[in-house]
Nanobody
Framework: QVQLVESGGGLVQAGGSLRLSCAAS????????MGWYRQAPGNQRELVGT???????TYADSVKGRFTISRDNAKNTVYLQMNSLNPEDTGFYYC?????????WGQGTQVTVSS
């Protein structure tokens, strides 16, 4: 079993910043790619960004230049620095980790951006 615990969500005004963290815990696992996804009310869950264990990163076009994903392999933790937030970034943000062929998900953290 792998547990992912997110933190750092909250309410922020447009133009502001937030930093999300996600720590993985468990025994006897090696994490591959980690990532962040988000889901707004009435919408499907969408990719925000991913980072491999080697540090290669991908981003959704909508967040490029504003969001930065990073990870600390020693701590099994992935981060999402979100700058220049706008109301369209509002949603539940979920952490994802690939272990072997399985995907593990965190419980999510709410991000609300007010205009």
């Amino acid at each position: 079993q792998v547990q992912l615990v997110e933190s750092g969500g909250g309410l922020v005004q447009a133009g502001g910043s937030l930093r999300l963290s996600c720590a993985a815990s468990g025994r006897g696992f090696t994490i591959g790619t980690m990532g962040w996804y988000r889901q707004a009310p009435g919408n499907q869950r969408e990719l925000v960004g991913t980072v491999t264990s080697g540090g290669s990163k991908t981003y959704a076009d909508s967040v490029k230049g504003r969001f930065t994903i990073s990870r600390d392999n020693a701590k099994n933790t992935v981060y999402l620095q979100m700058n220049s937030l706008n109301p369209e970034d509002t949603g539940f943000y979920y952490c994802n980790a690939k272990v072997g062929i399985r995907n593990w998900w965190g419980q999510g953290t709410q991000v609300t951006v007010s205009s």
